[in-house]
């Protein structure tokens, strides 16, 4: 069953950890359209490399090469004021309301961000999630899928409850063999 592609507006966090992990690439197999607020550029791009932090490299890559596309993102101030005084940073912000004013899909990984974008009626997905999508997408095995979420555990944090769920419906995924 092929599914179709759509598009997705990331936060820093899901570009980072892919990148650590290697698989920076599954987004660009996964999703038609990979957009980033320039706030987030800033923050993973130019302040990573300030950092020497090697996956602001790849990231900056993809844009180069136009897989990923960064776009300017003009915050409605009470969608602003609201989520500040929920601890939300801009750039979050930003994905969030880009997510919602375009019906993509939000990749975020924290937890405030991911609930404030869910009270809006955005989809969101993390780090974890573009696994998951990957395995049922046939991108990825299960081997390789389960290998990726012992990388990811490494490199963000995961609670033991969240690896253990994910971890069984990487394994219980009928789809892949290997």
């Given at each position: 069953m092929k599914l179709k592609k759509s598009s997705v507006v990331s936060n820093a966090g899901p570009l980072i950890h892919l990148s650590k992990i290697g698989f920076l690439h599954l987004?660009?197999?996964?999703?038609?359209?990979?957009?980033?607020?320039?706030?987030?550029?800033?923050?993973?791009?130019?302040?990573?490399?300030k950092k020497g932090f090697p996956d602001a490299l790849l990231i900056e890559k993809a844009i180069e090469e136009g897989w990923i596309t960064v776009k300017e993102v003009k915050t409605n101030k009470s969608l602003l004021s609201s989520a500040k005084t929920l601890g939300l940073e801009e750039a979050e912000i930003e994905v969030i309301q880009y997510a919602y004013q375009t019906k993509a899909t939000a990749l975020i990984d924290d937890e405030a961000a991911r609930e404030f974008a869910r009270i809006l009626g955005v989809t969101v997905r993390g780090s974890l999630g573009v696994l998951l999508e990957g395995l049922k997408r046939g991108i990825l095995t299960r081997k390789e899928a389960l290998k990726k979420l012992d990388e990811l555990s490494e490199v963000m944090y995961i609670s033991m409850e969240v690896y253990k769920l994910v971890r069984r419906k990487l394994e219980e995924n009928k789809n892949q063999f290997s």
């Open positions: 987004l660009k197999k996964l999703y038609a359209e990979v957009i980033i607020p320039a706030k987030v550029k800033f923050e993973v791009v130019d302040q990573g490399k």
